[in-house]
């Protein structure tokens, strides 16, 4: 026998001892010890906990009537031939646990999730703020038998673990239990952004699929919805100041997020720990979709050929020399940035095309007019931008393009995008600009539908081949980096680029594979079971039962082997 | 503006004036006058038809039943800037078609559309056995005025007939239209067999994923089902004679395919024109299954290494030599076919695996005491499962490799599955044998998930790179084959394997890329609109439409473009 397959045997033990949970802890310890859940099981506050459950926010009281009630509702067995069944033996004289006892550490800072959430950039960054301790015992007797604990400093903590808890079950015949008690757990995200980007422009998504993804996002401890709102395709955001945009820039009145869609959206997600940004124009690019309304302001609408003018159909940019449209500009993201809680929000700022500028009879007068170059114009204009977002309170993001190909300065709380390519991380870095992840060579949640254009109909996506889970989970955020320079990173994001996507495929193009950039970006790179990312053999057999899991809550997430080989870890492995 | 663009233009104008048919019929003639559906419209009889109502197949009754409903609750509104809206200035004009009239030409040859459906492939072969003539009348005055006109030999070609008509509708406010009055239709399938396959094995589906899967198969007239139902992963259908085979070899209780489910899935097809062929073992391969309840007609199962013995884990093949497991597989298979209606099966027989028969020691043993080689027992064990499958009725298919690789001689009856590759028609083509297309690189609806083995974790499927509905339509059924050996080409189909599939994502990885195979082997090379299939300009218009009428029906299809494209053919073409 091969020390790889006695390698494999070892991990098959080991794996059989530790719940798949996803992301894996950061710090992991169990034993062999099977408990379950008791019939009258549930979460309660230490006795000491804050002032008594009246100061208790409730969205915090929300989060724990969930978990209960998934801890009720959850039908998923343990991925072993036999499923459940296998385990029927050992609950009846199983050990039972009564409650979850939560205890804050930090008595003073009682806030609600959604304000712990939409915290600024700078707050995400505190050691803590999302930590928690999680401890299932192996006895019932005595002080504590019979009770798991959760500790946190604060609500968001408290959520966190309320969410690694509520994943470490199987079910069976009713009973919710598990197999390697004690568990100790301490835990808390490698990088305080950790998102997914989403574009409800090109297509159109129902709210419902929204909430859904938000719950999925929340399960794996992702913190931030990148809203790509809006762009040259369709308008579909209501904006309080210009009810216009969307009224004629939606692809129909049924294809618009209202004011009170957006406020829905925002505390749903907010409640479940995820802020959420908006790329509120994408801008100057890509914001065709304003001419509906505002033609004014649009430089190179719908003008033909659109590849001489724009990366993808339709050709439009905002007239970044004209005084008109810059104020438009400002009012619109002041209007859009008073209604959100969040103190993040970004300005996009990718693939402009300094054509449309140059062949714009308005744009090159207001250029003549002012004695400005395009590249001094596209300074202001990004300035003035980034400043309407911070008299707003937010901290503004940019695409990293923007930085990189057209040297717009920017000021140093500014936050880049970084996606052309995973090699750009290093020249953001060496810039000294903060950054987040989210490169097109192993985060794109799209390239695989072959081309989109009409008549290039055997060609493929500019971003082939499909990025694989495994694509995006061998991704090191670190890569190249020096110790100095990793301070920069804050974290990162795959994104769904809708030109291919909508509510009917949302689910399946998105799930499990999400999880590989939730995994990377909280866990980091050292994972406590000490296998290498890229090998894929613990991660996969996690992997497959987050799927599982995904689909239990009806998200409907694609499997990733037959169930032949999810229910025999390795003995699909290539030999 | 150069002779492209012009083209460009005359095709928009052409289009606009076209039903968005699919497949689009054979033989089109349209006009530009607006009709509507009266309310009161209906499905009717003519006076002449058959011998009078009381005779009238059940399942024709139904089909008809089922065109009204979709007329009545289908909501797609046409593809163009503004949707139904758009069209609403002439609706209050236009004239009512207030009832569709079936006339069925071959008064004798009433039978229902199960019989028709389940016909031999030799009478699936006859000249105007689908074949249809629809008239949609563009006045509302005299003896046929607001009739439009269906007539067919068949129950069949009436059926085709129907779906047709209730694709060539767009809703507006409770209103169905069209604009393009008089419409003049002869229609027929240039090809008898257009499938669909589709493996349960892998992963398990539920039926009601299986019977929608069958009613969009029918909106686009594919008329045959190849279910792949088992599998060397799991073996999920009940067998009368050996319900071990399920109660061992299923996932679970309720992976199972029940003869009453069977049954219900096989009557459900055969009422919607579609036969139901299933391989049942795939063999003497792909049956590593059957060891749950019978080890002792499997060779190498589960033997390790995998990759020495079988094309993917599990390893397991039947043990061609031994008596006992050859009369086993035939009766089997003779329990199989007997309960099932239509005439042909098949016994698989891809990726058969030398070596697990070479280091099988019973097979050595009753190769020696037979004196065989192990091709010579191949040779046996085929001709013994294809006579079964003839004693049964029916006509037998077979994989390609066992008749290019293996040399297994096989009967001018015997269908072949042409599918490693597309190349392999020719050599399939010189042998004299009839076939259906197949080809993995043109067909195949998986191929793009990446490696599900467990440790090749950056590698690609076998089958990469994902096959688009662009490629998939640009197959040509005749390429390179003489006139002579075209005639051996009976039709194809696009398979599903289930691998990375389930119920989960079997809409958005169908759909709509599995009309491209049915227009292909429908319509055949010669499109009425004269657009070469590849440019995939009408094409591209049509499959868009398809795409909504199948989501305004529930089928959760992708989307092939931004909708902003989908509203403005030509726009997004690369230029």
């Known amino acids: 026998m091969s020390t790889l397959s006695l390698l494999f045997i070892f991990l098959n033990v080991l794996f059989s001892r530790v719940a798949g949970l996803w992301p894996i802890p950061r710090s992991l310890s169990t034993g062999n010890t099977p408990v379950k859940l008791s019939p009258t099981f549930s979460i309660q506050f230490a006795s000491d906990f804050a002032q008594g459950t009246a100061g208790i ?265 004209s005084n008109q ?69 937010k901290t503004p993001f940019i695409k990293s393009d923007m930085i990189l190909t057209h040297n717009v300065p920017v000021t140093n709380d500014t936050v880049a995008v970084v996606w052309q390519s995973s090699e750009d991380a290093v020249r953001m870095a060496q810039r000294g600009i903060r950054f987040i992840h989210q490169p097109s060579n192993f985060f794109y949640l799209d390239c695989r539908g072959g081309e989109w254009l009409g008549n290039d109909v055997l060609g493929n996506s500019w971003c082939d081949p499909f990025k694989t889970w495994q694509r995006a989970y061998s991704f090191d955020p670190h890569a190249n980096l020096t110790t100095e320079e990793t301070r920069l990173v804050l974290g990162g994001q795959m994104p769904l680029w809708s030109e291919q996507s909508s509510g009917e495929n949302l689910d399946s193009i998105v799930w499990p594979r999400l999880g590989a950039g939730a995994e990377v970006f909280w866990t980091g790179e050292v994972l406590p079971d000490e296998v290498n990312a890229t090998s894929g053999g613990n991660a996969f057999l996690r992997l497959n039962e987050l799927r599982y899991r995904l689909v239990d809550r009806n998200v409907r997430a694609i499997a990733l082997q037959p169930k032949w080989c999810v229910l025999r870890p390795g003995e699909c492995d290539l030999n």
Chains 1, 2 share one sequence.
């Open 57 to 321: 926010p409730q969205d915090l009281l929300e989060a724990i009537e969930r978990t209960e009630m998934y801890l009720h509702n959850d039908t998923f067995e343990r991925l072993v031939v036999g499923r459940g069944k296998t385990d029927a033996k050992v609950l009846p004289t199983a050990i039972q646990v009564h409650s979850l006892r939560l205890t804050l550490t930090e008595k003073a800072r009682l806030r609600s999730i959604a304000e712990e959430a939409t915290s600024t950039i700078d707050e995400k960054m505190q050691e803590g703020i999302e930590s928690y301790a999680l401890k299932v015992p192996e006895f019932g007797g005595g002080r504590d038998g019979g009770v798991a604990m959760l500790q946190a400093n604060t609500s968001l903590g408290l959520l966190r673990g309320l969410q690694t808890f509520g994943q470490m079950w199987y079910a069976y015949e009713g009973t919710k239990y598990l197999l390697n008690a004690p568990i100790e757990i301490e835990d808390g995200p490698a990088f305080p952004y950790r998102g997914f980007s989403f574009d409800t422009s090109r297509n159109f998504y129902p709210i419902a699929d929204i909430l859904r993804t938000l719950d999925a996002m929340s399960w794996v401890k992702l913190n931030i919805l990148y809203w790509h709102i809006i762009d040259s395709q369709s308008f579909p955001l209501e904006v309080e100041a210009f009810p216009e945009l969307s009224a004629k820039g939606a692809y129909s009145s049924e294809e618009v997020y209202s004011l009170k869609d957006v406020d829905t959206i925002v505390k749903y997600a907010n409640a479940r720990g995820i802020d959420v940004i908006m790329v509120e124009l994408d801008s100057p690019g890509h914001t065709t979709a304003v001419s509906f309304a505002h033609p004014e302001h649009v430089a190179c609408a719908n003008k033909s050929p659109w590849s001489r003018y724009a990366s993808e159909p339709p050709a439009g940019q905002l007239r970044i020399a």
């Open 325 to 393: 449209t810059v104020a438009f500009v400002k009012d619109m993201f002041g209007s859009v940035a008073k209604r959100l809680p969040g103190r993040m929000m970004s300005s996009g700022g990718d693939e402009v095309n300094l054509a449309c500028w140059e062949e714009d009879e308005e744009t090159s007068e207001e250029l003549r007019a002012k004695n400005q170059t395009i590249a001094e114009a596209l300074n202001v204009f990004v300035e003035e931008v980034q400043g309407e977002l911070k008299e707003n309170g």
